[in-house]
């Protein structure tokens, strides 16, 4: 992991995400790439202004120069408090008007960022990460993307849950995600909740097969269920579960890798770092 784009919107998730990242490069010797998206179109109501005239006539200029004046202030005095924390860190400032989950996405890549993190305050957040757009983040990113939840204390990564639905993509999942932490000693536990379906053995064993490296890091377990919600908050507790791991959709967001039995506000509720690749 070298490089890392930091997206934050000033809400009270951003604090969050921050303090997560200044402990994470304690082991990576990563940049940081702290990046805020401004809403750049301050427009009047339509009925105001005859028709003909185009749109960009109708973009208060002087509103946008405030928003953007206060941001650049806002990400300046972000950066100077990573610095005072992590001295040595390149801290990189971006500034993009636009719509954020496009100016993400496109600054990621322009970057060359391995991972980005943006800070998440659940379901009633008045944040820009905490609805449809960070939906549309999640699932069209193509590098990973970690959030953060509200509140959360960083602790040292060590147990992975990757809920499974025996996608094609599980071995590379499984292996993005040790190379992505590779400086950090952790377990990944690939878990499939059923109901005793003998196919699902042999799909689990198929799986199993597939990996030869790092054995040792890795559990399998097929676990008999019944309530889905109550049994993978069971296994988070009873095994230290430290972030989950899944595939983002952009159709039924999360219901194929759960069978539409396990939502994104469930995910929210285990109050844990979550990481999501494109599917």
Request: glycine share 6%; with cysteine.
């Amino acid at each position: 992991m070298k490089k890392i784009l930091l997206a934050v919107d000033f809400s009270e998730g951003t604090n969050s995400a921050c303090n997560y990242v200044m402990e994470l490069i304690k082991y990576y010797d990563a940049e940081i790439y702290l990046f805020h998206s401004y809403f750049d179109k301050i427009l009047v109501s339509e009925s105001g202004f005859p028709t003909g005239i185009g749109a960009d006539s109708l973009i208060n200029k002087t509103v946008v120069s405030g928003i953007r004046e206060q941001a650049q202030t806002d990400i300046t005095e972000l950066q100077s408090c990573i610095l005072s924390k992590t001295p040595g860190t390149k801290v990189h400032t971006i500034i993009e008007g636009g719509e954020a989950e496009d100016e993400i996405i496109n600054t990621a890549k322009e970057v060359g960022a391995d991972l980005i993190i943006i800070g998440n305050s659940g379901e009633a957040s008045r944040g820009i990460f905490s609805g449809s757009i960070s939906k549309k983040i999640l699932c069209n990113a193509d590098v990973p993307v970690l959030m953060i939840p509200l509140n959360f204390k960083f602790q040292e990564l060590k147990n992975v849950l990757y809920l499974t639905e025996f996608s094609e993509r599980d071995f590379e999942i499984i292996n993005r995600t040790f190379t992505l932490f590779n400086k950090q000693k952790i377990t990944i536990h690939t878990v499939h909740m059923d109901r005793g379906n003998r196919e699902c053995t042999e799909q689990m064993d198929q799986l199993k097969a597939q990996i030869t490296e790092k054995e040792d890091l890795l559990c399998f377990n097929l676990v008999e269920s019944n309530d889905i919600h109550q049994d993978v908050e069971k296994y988070i507790l009873e095994n230290n579960i430290d972030m989950v791991v899944f595939l983002s959709h952009k159709r039924n967001f999360l219901n194929e890798l759960f069978s539409a039995k396990f939502s994104k506000r469930d995910l929210y509720k285990t109050n844990l770092p979550l990481l999501a690749y494109k599917a």
